[in-house]
């Protein structure tokens, strides 16, 4: 039990935590306010997935989990795939944006978001939110943080440096991790831009890469390839039986996030197609449109989601 019940931290990320949920509820307080009460129950249902990916967030850094990963990279990669898939990928399905936004004071939310959206000053932060909301753009960042975080080299650097660990590494995944899910999930006012079949084929290729990276580190590897791991005072469990449970944890639980999001996506061809069969043959390309044609997106970053009727919570008020 002392694994568990030792070797918390409480540093100031837990302060920012709770000043982050404080806001999160003025925006909500204040959006209910005009809003109908359909509305504000359903952002109240969202805010709930938002408090949980937070909590994750906090259990990834705080908890003994980032105490172990110091000493076993099995645990690490448990909180690499909390930094990439479990925390972003639920608040993301929380859709905290227009809530953090109408917490600002008085009228100064809306004028943030008129200026973010449409102000001079503004035109190179939307230019690169455009090209980073790019829905391959955003598959390749998450693909490519993932990779090149786990080669021998970048992965040792960050585990002998402190900033380097917690703030590229660790914000890097995170971010990355928040680009990939909005490609997936509804998070209003953010709208998903990728065909459904384009969906598939990036959830299945990001799969891959993770199922080769653990092949990587356990089928094809003779050894520990984290200097980093070798010769630790006080563990007893060989290096690289430790980054074979590892690889094991990358795969399975990769496997684990994938699998459900592929069957939602598959579902939702089947119903664009309505059979089987028109699925099918969308995902085989024997039909008459191409990847990238297929189910034709709508223009636009910000928006409703793509998923979303028009009076979609976030639609008005």
Same mark, same amino acid.
């Given at each position: 039990?002392? #694994?568990?019940?030792?070797?918390?931290?409480?540093?100031?990320?837990?302060?920012?935590?709770?000043?982050?949920?404080?806001?999160?509820?003025?925006?909500?307080?204040? /959006?209910?306010?005009?809003?109908?009460?359909?509305?504000?129950?359903?952002?109240?249902?969202?805010?709930?997935?938002?408090?949980?990916?937070?909590?994750?967030?906090?259990?990834? %850094?705080?908890?003994?989990?980032? #105490?172990?990963?110091?000493?076993?990279?099995?645990?690490?990669?448990?909180?690499?795939?909390?930094?990439?898939?479990?925390?972003?990928?639920?608040? %993301?399905?929380? @859709?905290?944006?227009?809530?953090?936004?109408?917490?600002?004071?008085?009228?100064?939310?809306?004028? %943030?978001?008129?200026?973010?959206?449409?102000?001079?000053?503004?035109?190179?932060?939307?230019?690169?939110?455009?090209?980073?909301?790019?829905?391959?753009?955003?598959?390749? /960042? $998450?693909? *490519?943080?993932?990779?090149?975080?786990?080669?021998?080299? =970048?992965?040792?650097?960050?585990?002998?440096?402190?900033?380097?660990?917690?703030?590229?590494?660790?914000?890097?995944?995170? *971010?990355?991790?928040?680009?990939?899910?909005?490609?997936?999930?509804?998070?209003?006012?953010?709208?998903?831009?990728?065909?459904?079949?384009?969906?598939?084929? @990036?959830?299945?290729?990001?799969?891959?890469?993770?199922?080769?990276?653990?092949?990587? /580190?356990?089928? $094809? @590897?003779?050894?520990?390839? #984290?200097?980093? #791991?070798?010769?630790? =005072?006080?563990?007893?469990? &060989?290096?690289? @039986?430790?980054?074979?449970?590892?690889? *094991?944890?990358?795969?399975?639980?990769?496997?684990?996030?994938?699998? &459900?999001?592929?069957? !939602?996506?598959?579902?939702?061809? %089947?119903?664009?197609?309505?059979?089987?069969?028109?699925?099918?043959?969308?995902?085989?390309?024997?039909?008459? !449109?191409?990847?990238?044609?297929?189910?034709?997106?709508?223009?636009?970053?910000? *928006?409703?989601?793509?998923?979303?009727?028009?009076?979609?919570?976030?639609?008005?008020?």
């Amino acid at each position: 039990m002392s #694994y568990l019940t030792d070797h918390w931290s409480f540093d100031p990320f837990l302060i920012l935590a709770i000043v982050v949920v404080g806001w999160h509820e003025i925006g909500l307080w204040r /959006l209910a306010r005009r809003s109908r009460p359909e509305r504000t129950r359903e952002r109240r249902l969202r805010s709930l997935w938002f408090y949980a990916g937070l909590v994750l967030l906090l259990l990834a %850094v705080e908890s003994p989990i980032d #105490y172990w990963a110091d000493d076993y990279f099995s645990v690490h990669m448990v909180q690499h795939l909390l930094l990439m898939f479990a925390a972003p990928s639920l608040i %993301v399905a929380g @859709a905290p944006w227009q809530p953090l936004l109408d917490a600002l004071p008085g009228r100064s939310g809306r004028s %943030v978001t008129r200026g973010v959206l449409a102000g001079g000053w503004s035109r190179p932060l939307r230019a690169l939110g455009g090209l980073v909301l790019r829905p391959w753009v955003s598959i390749g /960042l $998450f693909n *490519a943080m993932m990779i090149l975080w786990h080669l021998p080299g =970048p992965f040792d650097l960050a585990q002998r440096n402190s900033a380097v660990h917690i703030w590229l590494m660790h914000g890097s995944f995170f *971010a990355a991790g928040v680009l990939f899910w909005l490609q997936f999930i509804p998070s209003p006012p953010f709208r998903r831009r990728m065909p459904l079949l384009s969906q598939a084929a @990036a959830l299945l290729a990001t799969n891959v890469i993770m199922i080769g990276m653990a092949m990587a /580190l356990s089928i $094809f @590897a003779a050894g520990s390839v #984290y200097s980093v #791991y070798d010769h630790i =005072p006080g563990v007893t469990l &060989p290096p690289f @039986a430790d980054q074979q449970i590892g690889a *094991a944890i990358l795969w399975v639980c990769g496997d684990f996030w994938a699998v &459900p999001t592929m069957i !939602t996506i598959i579902r939702q061809m %089947v119903v664009a197609d309505g059979s089987v069969s028109g699925a099918l043959d969308k995902m085989l390309n024997r039909g008459s !449109t191409n990847l990238t044609g297929w189910g034709r997106p709508r223009s636009g970053a910000l *928006a409703d989601v793509g998923a979303q009727p028009p009076s979609s919570p976030e639609a008005g008020p």
